[in-house]
């Protein structure tokens, strides 16, 4: 179980050459799909985000949200430990509302970080069990917070980053940031692995 | 409300009984559910069982490396979740399967049995095999050639079977033979209740008698079936994959037959038949032999494709196809190749197409080729089983590729000359060296032929 990944966690197939030397000498994380699947992802053209949504991140988001094939976290654990591996700002995924996320079991966006070995902290939690994409975006606009800072924690005069799977409208990212900011937060940045 | 006198939904009792579901996933109201469980009318099992060894309790996967452990938030504990039939449905440590074991449904003993066709001579042996091994409860399997109707054969046992208050399922491993099966049997059986189980089928009301399923749906049944028939039992994922195998095992109960049909038996599969046990029909229902493969060199034809150009011999048997205004059928051995040569060859004639395994729009375009608005098609080996179309003219490009195995490249010679009114045509194989697997299948078809046609 959870052993080496041999075989492509999206088609099964072989993965050739799973440890290469370029991999043990940069301490890459060995790839947990071939490059066939890798190919089907296609490159963010923006900064704030790696990945553009596409036919096949529509399947692996399927697959790891709604399925909940958490081994899927693991995907693009060396992108995102690329990404944020110098990283300096205090990195705050987007948390899920208490009673979805044992409705899901995971946290599919910590689970990434995870999965990347990228350390994290929670400050704030999610106020609503309504998911952002059943409403319009008039209503999206309207909503009260969706997000409030946990009981006790503090907000620094500091750097935060937050961290979210995929950003569509912006509306999430959006009312996490007002609070750090109003909280006392120095700066504020917004990163997705994937862009709407 | 006294629960002594509840009574069972009929409609929840039609869906569970031989099921194995997901609790959660149950199509019925919790409280229904609930009740029966007072009531004992269902049993619950754990999703994924560790002792002796880890195994999940749907799919009956024991491969260690389909099961992730992770930290579960439902239940606050380490769970193990089975990845091997995840697409189904997460079975994890924590979550309960139940299994129907209340008052069972009344089985028909009446149908109607609506079929006006005819047996040839070879046929009705068979249909006559299968039927004496149906009724002593023994397993048989049929073996015969590409367009010998083995569906029909199968028409006397179902009858039997429903007429015996059984419940019969045919499996096969393609969405797209059951789409063609489904329809047959409702016409032949027009009384009898049918489903018809595969990937994204819609909801289906009441008690199926008769069940026609891919044998991916197999998983999510238990001790259900008192006669078991598998279609097209080599074809691909069915022969690769043991835990489907096992599906059918645990999709039947103990002493339930099953039936296998096939076209190209492995020895392996055939020695476990004794001779009573098995048919064998060499010959299309039409009495005419099965066109013969031709071999034909076509050296170097990756490199010519990546040229930018078709090689000669290709495209001269390609130009003569267009010229007699013939159907036809290019397979590929890869959906890379393909794409690359698709262009080249619209360039020739423009309806052209490639058409692969995720193609969503693959039913329109072999439609489409049926209907002659477009002149042919490319193709991987998707199409090999279950396409019948009239004067189709078929070449393999690549034929030594390992993906043509014999019994693939005798599937494909298949889709040739079904048609009474075309009962010959071309199967070429065009290769760039002749593998063992060609040389068998050419060596089994002549074979078939002199059988078919030794009285
Ligand atoms: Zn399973
Ligand atoms: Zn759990």
Request: proline letters at 5%; a positive charge; charged letters at 20%.
């Amino acid at each position: 179980m959870n052993k080496d990944i041999t075989h492509c966690l999206l088609c099964a197939q072989r993965i050739q050459a799973v440890i290469s030397w370029r991999i043990l000498l940069t301490k890459q994380f060995p790839p947990t799909i071939c490059d066939r699947c890798m190919a089907q992802f296609e490159d963010s053209s923006c900064a704030f985000a790696i990945y553009k949504y596409n036919e096949a991140m529509k399947v692996y988001l399927h697959q790891y949200k709604f399925l909940q094939d958490i081994a899927l976290a693991k995907v693009f654990r060396q992108q995102i430990h690329a990404h944020f591996r110098k990283e300096r700002a205090i990195i705050i995924p987007i948390p899920m509302h208490p009673l979805k996320q044992i409705e899901r079991t995971f946290s599919h966006v910590e689970e990434l970080l995870k999965a990347a070995c990228i350390p994290y902290i929670q400050l704030l939690e999610k106020t609503t069990t309504e998911t952002q994409s059943t409403k319009n975006r008039e209503q999206r606009i309207q909503v009260a917070p969706l997000f409030r800072l946990i009981a006790g924690r503090q907000v620094e005069y500091q750097d935060y980053l937050l961290f979210d799977d995929i950003k569509t409208t912006g509306t999430t990212l959006q009312h996490a940031t007002t609070i750090l900011l109003d909280a006392g937060a120095k700066n504020v940045r917004t990163f997705t692995l994937i862009s709407g | 409300m006294n629960y002594r006198s509840w009574i069972v939904p009929p409609a929840l009792r039609d869906f569970h009984e031989g099921r194995i579901w997901l609790k959660e996933h149950s199509p019925f109201a919790q409280q229904d559910i609930e009740r029966a469980l007072q009531h004992h009318y269902v049993q619950v099992l754990p999703g994924i069982q560790t002792i002796p060894s880890i195994k999940c309790n749907r799919c009956h996967n024991q491969n260690r490396h389909q099961f992730i452990l992770f930290d579960c938030a439902k239940c606050q504990k380490t769970c193990v979740y089975c990845r091997h039939c995840i697409k189904m449905g997460r079975v994890s440590s924590c979550t309960q399967l139940m299994i129907w074991a209340g008052p069972r449904f009344i089985k028909q003993k009446k149908h109607t049995f609506h079929w006006t066709g005819q047996f040839t001579l070879l046929q009705r042996k068979a249909a006559d095999e299968v039927l004496a091994s149906v009724k002593q409860r023994r397993s048989h399997i049929i073996t015969a050639v590409c367009g010998a109707g083995k569906t029909e054969l199968l028409f006397p046992t179902v009858y039997y079977a429903l007429c015996q208050g059984l419940r019969i399922c045919i499996a096969t491993p393609r969405t797209d033979v059951v789409l063609e099966l489904f329809p047959r049997f409702q016409r032949t059986f027009p009384q009898t209740t049918i489903h018809a189980l595969y990937g994204d089928a819609p909801k289906q009301e009441g008690y199926a008698q008769l069940i026609i399923a891919t044998t991916h749906q197999l998983y999510r049944f238990k001790q259900a079936f008192d006669v078991m028939i598998v279609d097209e039992a080599d074809a691909f994922p069915y022969v690769f994959d043991d835990t489907l195998q096992q599906a059918v095992q645990k999709a039947k109960t103990a002493i339930a037959p099953i039936i296998v049909v096939t076209a190209t038996p492995s020895q392996k599969l055939l020695s476990q038949f004794p001779t009573v046990q098995r048919s064998f029909i060499p010959k299309r229902y039409h009495n005419h032999p099965l066109p013969v493969p031709q071999f034909s060199a076509l050296w170097r034809y990756e490199k010519c494709f990546r040229a930018g150009k078709i090689p000669r011999k290709l495209k001269k048997w390609v130009e003569h196809q267009l010229a007699q205004q013939r159907p036809f059928l290019l397979f590929f051995p890869t959906i890379e190749l393909m794409l690359v040569a698709e262009p080249l060859f619209q360039a020739m004639e423009s309806t052209i197409v490639a058409v692969h395994a995720e193609d969503p729009e693959r039913k329109e375009k072999v439609l489409q080729l049926r209907q002659r608005e477009v002149k042919g098609l490319l193709t991987t080996t998707i199409l090999e089983r279950g396409i019948t179309i009239a004067n189709v003219q078929v070449a393999v490009i690549g034929a030594e590729s390992a993906i043509f195995t014999a019994s693939a490249l005798i599937q494909i010679a298949g889709r040739v000359g079904r048609h009474v009114d075309f009962a010959d045509g071309d199967i070429l194989f065009f290769h760039h060296g002749i593998t063992a697997e060609m040389d068998e299948a050419r060596a089994e078809i002549i074979k078939y032929n002199k059988e078919g046609f030794s009285e």
